[in-house]
């Protein structure tokens, strides 16, 4: 049975996309712990990061890095922080914070965002994602 992560990556859920390519893609998560916090997912479906092929874990932490710096430019925390948890969805995710403290990666500090937040986040990353240049990522994220 497909995650709800590939239900969002086949478009059979609605995800607000920052980052796309043949192996992973990064979307805005419904229950932020901060605007700006984003998932980078591989289109794979593995439940443990521990257990990702090396290529693809590479293909995951480059595009972490591509979408944190988007964040970092957007939002302009202290830095961006990074967490892999994955005990909701079994399929790796890497979660992108923006933080300005250690108590700002805490998941106590979720809550749902509405669409139009989530949408607003998305429109922020990908705009400072194009000027820094990451437009190849960014084909079909704007839907």
């Known amino acids: 049975m497909p995650t709800l992560f590939t239900k969002i990556i086949n ?17 805005m998560t419904i229950a932020p712990i901060s605007a700006g916090h984003a998932l ?17 874990a590479e293909r995951v932490m480059v595009a972490s890095q591509i979408v944190g710096r988007g964040i970092q430019k957007a939002y302009d925390p202290i830095k961006v922080g990074v967490m892999v948890a994955g005990l909701e969805v079994p399929h790796v995710h890497y979660h992108l914070i923006p ?11 979720q809550k749902d965002a509405s669409p139009e937040e989530l949408e607003e986040s998305a429109r922020k990353i990908r705009a400072a994602m194009r ?13």
């Open 11 to 27: 478009k059979e859920l609605p995800g607000r996309f920052v980052y796309k390519d043949p192996d992973v893609v990064a979307f």
């Open 40 to 56: 980078v997912v591989p289109r794979q479906e593995i439940d443990h990061w521990i257990d990702m092929p090396k290529d693809i």
């Open 99 to 109: 933080i300005h403290k250690i108590s700002d990666l805490n998941f106590a500090l």
């Open 131 to 143: 000027e820094l240049g990451y437009e190849q990522y960014l084909a079909d994220c704007e839907e």
